[in-house]
């Protein structure tokens, strides 16, 4: 389902009398007619469409809740990689960049109010954001924020705030807060929290009012790491790992998108954030919840939405990585048996009819049907060094192939511009570049096992604000130069120095390692910025 981002700009000038234009606004609007039918679901220009979205926080990978403008942008476009086409702004009205670019992007926002019962603050929420076409919900609260002396009576109060001062946006109120639905519901849309596996029951006893998933899975893992250890803090990248009140990514949302009465979800959540370290705790100082971890780079677990978000593009990713040793061969994940053969668990994600997998000797382990919103899985694969392949066939015929490869020893740092941005960049406070140091082998492969320090030093027109590389056990401040890479990555932060113009040099090292140098242009012409 495609989303159309088209905006137009309204201007409204204030003249005096004599024909004098005294102030002028400019105000982009978007056009778009939807609803949310009890039976159909969300309905978008006609058209029943799933709301495929994630909940998330403010912060990104070594600048806290200080973040640049034009980042937001980076964000969502990094979830809309995977298929997202949904942001809950999770638990506070957003930056405005935020739906600035949500605006531009053609997201849709779930727009979240703190706390019942604070008339000022809903008030101001709507009064600020009532021109975004991206906003399609009003949301009262979340969770534990709802409960007041008198819950209902304030959410009643707080819910006749945008049917005043948004008459005509169409977007229903709604809450993050199972107490609140209901047939006796106050809001126009059930926000179903968790508990997927009421929704057939909750849905036939208020049949006539839509609901949602507010808040789904919390399904939790890290990237590049293939068995739970509290002590150092890491989450299986297998998908099999959530807490007591959550899914599994693959459970949750087959719940969403098997009943047509669904609007579809918010998953908790898409990036990670600083705090909330669930299962453990220190040295955890951030989630494990999201499915892009705090720097931005992709989880295993994002090639399950990419395949079954995006159904019109073949998929095909295959976990874990191919460099095992005894050393690091732990269970559930990997086993020695008798013959002190290592047995490695392998899955893939796909959403084509049938995966095969091919041992580096070319022998197969056979082909195996991909149900729906699933995996296939090979358990106990016997491990030597080489190419694990996946073959993924729909119909009879390949539509994707994967290899995994045992890698070299690291060997040197490659630095690039991560997902473009930086690319071009302007002499202004609002935009940063994001550099993606990779620890490679003599052939260029990225080194799965990798944790390598590796130093920023910066010169010219910009500075580095930040480092992070997405381990959530990772006690390096944010603000440090120098940072152990995370399965073979690390990210650095980079702000041009408003108003100058010229060249900002980046040279990366790693004791033992070739080093690596990137040149970034920065033009004093800025272009067509985000205002």
């Known amino acids: 389902m495609c989303i159309r981002d088209s905006l137009y700009t309204v201007r409204v000038g204030l003249h005096d009398g004599d024909g004098d234009r005294l102030d002028v606004v400019d105000t982009v609007i978007g056009i778009r007619q939807f609803s949310f039918d009890p039976d159909q679901g969300f309905v978008l220009n006609g058209i029943p469409t799933k709301i495929l979205g994630a909940a998330n926080h403010q912060d990104f990978g070594g600048l806290g809740v200080a973040v640049p403008r034009e980042l937001q942008r980076h964000r969502i476009q990094k979830l809309k990689d995977f298929g997202a086409n949904g942001w809950r702004t999770a638990h506070n009205p957003p930056d405005p960049a935020l739906l600035d670019a949500a605006d531009q992007l053609g997201l849709l926002v779930w727009d979240e109010n703190h706390r019942n019962g604070q008339d000022i603050e809903m008030e101001t929420l709507i009064l600020r954001d009532r021109n975004h076409p991206c906003v399609v919900i009003w949301s009262l609260c979340n969770e534990v924020l709802c409960n007041t002396n008198d819950t209902v009576t304030d959410a009643k109060r707080l819910k006749a705030i945008p049917k005043q001062l948004d008459p005509l946006g169409q977007r229903p109120v709604s809450a993050n807060n199972n107490g609140l639905n209901g047939n006796d519901t106050v809001l126009d849309l059930q926000g179903f929290d968790y508990a997927t596996s009421s929704y057939d029951s909750w849905h036939s006893r208020a049949p006539s009012i839509a609901a949602i998933s507010s808040e789904t899975s919390s399904a939790v893992s890290d990237r590049g790491e293939y068995d739970n250890n509290a002590t150092a803090g890491h989450v299986s990248g297998y998908d099999t ?90 269970a559930p994940a990997c086993t020695i048996d008798e013959h002190n053969t290592m047995l490695i668990d392998v899955w893939a994600f796909s959403n084509a009819d049938h995966v095969e997998l091919l041992l580096p000797n070319g022998s197969s382990l056979g082909s195996q049907i991909m149900q729906n919103y699933s995996h296939t899985e090979w358990k106990a694969v016997p491990f030597s060094p080489g190419n694990l392949t996946a073959i993924a066939t729909t119909a009879g015929k390949v539509v994707a192939v994967q290899t995994v490869t045992t890698t070299g020893p690291a060997a040197s740092l490659r630095a690039s511009v991560k997902d473009g941005v930086g690319t071009p960049l302007a002499a202004t406070e609002r935009e940063v570049a994001l550099i993606q140091v990779e620890i490679v082998d003599a052939a260029g492969s990225v080194v799965p096992t990798a944790s390598n320090r590796v130093s920023f030093a910066v010169s010219g027109p910009g500075s580095l604000i930040g480092t992070a590389n997405g381990d959530p056990a990772s006690l390096t401040p944010d603000k440090s130069a120098t940072r152990e890479g995370f399965h073979g990555r690390v990210l650095g932060v980079l702000l041009p120095t408003a108003g100058a113009g010229g060249v900002i040099e980046v040279v990366v090292t790693a004791e033992g390692l070739a080093s690596s140098t990137i040149r970034i242009p920065v033009s004093l012409d800025c272009g067509e910025l985000m205002l």
């Not at 047509?260 to 908790?268: E, K, L, P």
């Not at 909330?276 to 090639?303: C, M, V």
């Open 241 to 330: 790992n959530a807490p007591a009140w959550g899914q599994t990514a693959e459970v949750a949302w087959k719940a969403i998108m098997d009943r047509s009465f669904m609007s579809g979800g918010f998953t908790w959540t898409g990036w990670d954030y600083k705090g909330e370290p669930t299962p453990y705790a220190y040295p955890d100082i951030n989630s494990h919840f999201g499915i892009l971890d705090i720097a931005g780079f992709e989880k295993d677990r994002a090639h399950w939405y990419r395949a079954w978000w995006i159904r019109s593009s073949p998929e095909l990713h295959v976990l874990p990585h191919w460099n095992w040793t005894p050393d690091t061969c732990v």
